[in-house]
């Protein structure tokens, strides 16, 4: 009989998950077909589990032979990482949620708590998983409830492990947005030396609740979904945060909307992070790990994307795409296989959404969506082309059913041959779409589905830059000049004679969502998701000033004047600046919802803020406190703006329509009707006489601001409209959007 093969050391193991074969892996391979030790190894390295120790513990075999590679390996990670020695290596299975210790509680006051952990009386324990136990607690001082998530004794000692509780939370703060777990509090119970971080509690269930349970998914339901997470999604990547864990467990279904909420950010890592750990760990779940993930290799938010393409497949076809008996043989089917296509495992599936699942699994990232706002936006136009009634013809998709991972059976697996790989050219950046606070709901009223009519007259000119969605336009003063708001980050300024680019300036780490030019011609204010608005030289470029923001900042726009700014933000306040200075000089926050769009008053008197909490606050500059609010209309309100003499207001909304205010006593005075989707930009004529309007059925309208009528439609873009400016002699009307193109129109 042969004598057996020696273990092979950590490094070999390793290369095993290399894309690049080695010569002797025909070797290793029948070595790890008779050596259990090694196979848990294997997959050890393979599933990337925060603690080898845990690792052996909790994955239901026995405790690793003294000869395996398990050994050294562990002491090398420990070693390498200077971490503390964890607890020793048990057989025991890890404790159910039931069964979690709670010795770290304070006793609590009420018998009907379990215990306190500093102010907060713990009523139950939600559940536990990797490094943290979850409570749900009440908050005596606010009279809240909230969860609240400890790191697990277990780890308490271990400073990697603390790190890492520390990054979770820094990251999960770092994001704010509605369908994203709002993190109220992070601290340390000082008695017990824990760290614990306090979140918004979600009353409901998980996504993987869901489909455990075999619920059948409408479409309708597959792409609301879809489209919140790729919106929560767009915000975190947005913070320069990729979750790099995406999953239905991590996917909360809020009650009674079934909203989204997604969290788990345990995984996530900011860029500036990213040296925090190099052990080689692969991180993340198995069924839903991107390619990259899987061979250990760098990852960007583009592997968040191939996770969502995995969770959409999970719910229209009842199972994720990759599945096998073990946790090494699914991540070599991630890396080399095509899944079945979605449509044969459930015809009721619309080739739209098919499309959209096909090019999330890419196994390429360049080759996938390359933001999650665009998948937002594709996700939204699946469901515009739904009928009214989803009953009439969305299909539901198969019963799910619960996928296990076990032990892989004595066969040679198929990785022999899976590292090859297949690199294709890069394609260009498209842009992030971004998709308000309202996103998330269901159109429930019908709209129009048909074409936008006849295209109508041309553009006299296309300024096309081929950068992605244009979010915002200004005019020079002079009106030689018109400003871009990009997604990509950067304004350009068009020279109109010429009718090129003058410059480019690289502004921001997340795209601009607003600019403004002063009424002076001296500056040009930009507004981002990266936390900041800032303030440029109109003439040269350079920047002068850099407000910071606790989230991101949706709306800009100067007074007359051009010594105060106003800046809107996520959170929903409004916030007053000198300019020169770069000093606040107030702060509002009368909104529920995230501040969409601003504008000042002609006399500099009064700021128009427009929110997605369906509402536009008219405030005192002077004061900053709130005169007049605007309510009527059925949705978010994504544009706002004055007439020239003052007397009127004008507002755009996702319910489709633009409106007419009376600003001084807040009575609407007609509701414009016309467009076939979200009214995103209104704008008025310099001699007051016309407004302007951009819609996401890719159209701009002209109406008759005293007559209410529809004047003229033009029709040309191809994507949504999100800007509309008419130039300083009201001759020309420039209109931007997702198409990546300025037009600019003829008025007369």
């Given at each position: ?55 052996a ?12 590679a ?10 390498g ?23 770290f ?15 907060f ?15 749900k ?24 492990a ?13 994001v ?67 979750h ?7 996917i909360?279904?809020e ?29 993340g ?32 076809a ?24 979605v ?185 981002s ?220």
């Amino acid at each position: 009989m042969a004598s057996p093969t020696p273990c092979p050391d950590r490094d070999r193991l390793r290369k095993l998950l290399e894309p690049s074969s080695a010569p002797d892996q025909s070797e290793i391979v029948g070595h790890l077909d008779d050596c259990e030790g090694c196979q848990h190894e294997l997959e050890a390295l393979a599933t990337g589990e925060w603690s080898w120790a845990e690792q052996a513990r909790g994955c239901g075999h026995a405790k690793p032979p003294d000869q395996s590679a398990f050994w050294p390996a562990l002491r090398a990670v420990e070693g390498g990482a200077a971490v503390a020695t964890p607890p020793p290596v048990t057989t025991a299975e890890p404790p159910a949620p039931e069964e979690v210790s709670l010795d770290f509680l304070s006793p609590a006051d009420d018998p009907q708590f379990l215990g306190r952990l500093n102010h907060f009386k713990v009523e139950s324990v939600v559940g536990r998983g990797g490094m943290g136990i979850v409570l749900k607690a009440l908050d005596p001082c606010l009279q809240r409830t909230v969860a609240v998530k400890v790191l697990d004794p277990l780890f308490a000692r271990n400073e990697l492990a603390r790190q890492r509780f520390c990054r979770e939370a820094r990251a999960a703060a770092a994001v704010t947005h509605e369908n994203v777990v709002a993190v109220h509090e992070v601290d340390i119970d000082k008695e017990k030396d824990l760290p614990y971080i306090v979140m918004q509690y979600v009353a409901g269930v998980t996504l993987q609740d869901r489909l455990d349970r075999g619920d059948h998914l409408t479409v309708r339901e597959i792409a609301r979904i879809g489209r919140q997470v790729a919106s929560g999604l767009a915000a975190a990547h947005a913070q320069g945060l990729v979750h790099r864990d995406i999953k239905p467990a991590n996917i909360l279904l809020e009650d009674p909307l079934a909203r989204v909420k997604l969290t788990d950010f345990g995984l996530a890592r900011a860029g500036e992070d990213a040296k925090l750990t190099q052990t080689g760990f692969v991180a993340g779940t198995p069924l839903y790990m991107s390619p990259e993930q899987a061979r250990g290799e760098p990852v960007d938010h583009r592997t968040d994307l191939f996770s969502l393409g995995g969770v959409l497949y999970a719910m229209a076809a009842g199972r994720p795409p990759f599945e096998a008996s073990s946790p090494f043989l699914v991540l070599q089917r991630v890396t080399g296989e095509v899944p079945r296509p979605v449509q044969e495992l459930n015809p009721g599936v619309p080739d739209d959404l098919a499309d959209v699942i096909d090019q999330l699994l890419a196994k390429d990232p360049v080759e996938r969506f390359q933001s999650a706002g665009d998948v937002a936006h594709r996700l939204t136009d699946v469901l515009i082309k739904l009928p009214s009634e989803p009953a009439a013809a969305t299909p539901t998709v198969v019963p799910s059913r619960r996928t296990t991972i076990t032990r892989a059976r004595r066969t040679v697996p198929v990785w022999v041959w899976w590292p090859a790989v297949v690199v294709v050219s890069a394609l260009s950046l498209l842009g992030v779409v971004f998709l308000t606070e309202l996103a998330g709901l269901t159109r429930l009223t019908a709209v129009s589905r048909g074409s936008a009519g006849p295209a109508g007259p041309a553009a006299r000119h296309v300024l096309q830059a081929n950068v992605g969605p244009i979010w915002g336009l200004a005019y020079s003063r002079d009106g030689g000049t018109l400003a871009t708001a990009i997604d990509d980050g950067t304004f350009k300024l068009w020279d109109l004679a010429t009718n090129r680019v003058r410059e480019t300036v690289t502004a921001h780490r997340g795209p601009v969502w607003s600019v403004a030019a002063s009424d002076d011609g001296r500056w040009i204010a930009t507004a981002s998701d990266d936390g900041t608005a800032k303030v440029w030289d109109a003439a040269t470029g350079a920047e002068k000033k850099t407000l910071p923001h606790q989230t991101g900042v949706r709306a800009v726009a100067f007074a007359p004047g051009g010594k105060v700014l106003a800046t809107g933000s996520r959170n929903g306040n409004v916030r007053i600046w000198d300019v020169e200075a770069g000093h606040e000089l107030a702060t509002t926050a009368g909104h529920a919802g995230n501040v969409t769009a601003l504008a000042f008053s002609p006399d500099g008197k009064t700021l128009a803020s427009a929110s997605g909490d369906k509402t536009v606050i008219l405030w005192n500059v002077a004061t900053g406190r709130e005169q007049v609010t605007l309510r009527g209309h059925a949705g978010g309100v994504y544009a706002v703006a004055f007439a020239p003499d003052g007397q009127t207001v004008a507002t755009g909304s996702w319910d489709q329509t633009a409106r007419l205010w009376d600003p001084a006593t807040g009575q609407e005075r007609a509701t414009l009707h016309g467009h076939a989707q979200d009214v995103w930009s209104v704008a008025f004529s310099p001699d007051g006489q016309t407004l302007a309007s951009g819609s996401e059925d890719k159209t701009v309208k002209l109406w008759d601001v005293a007559t209410g009528h529809d004047r003229a439609t033009f029709s040309r873009h191809t994507g949504t409209v999100y800007a509309v400016r008419f130039s300083p002699d009201g001759k020309t009307l420039a209109s931007g959007g997702r198409d990546g193109s300025v037009r600019l129109w003829d008025v007369e």
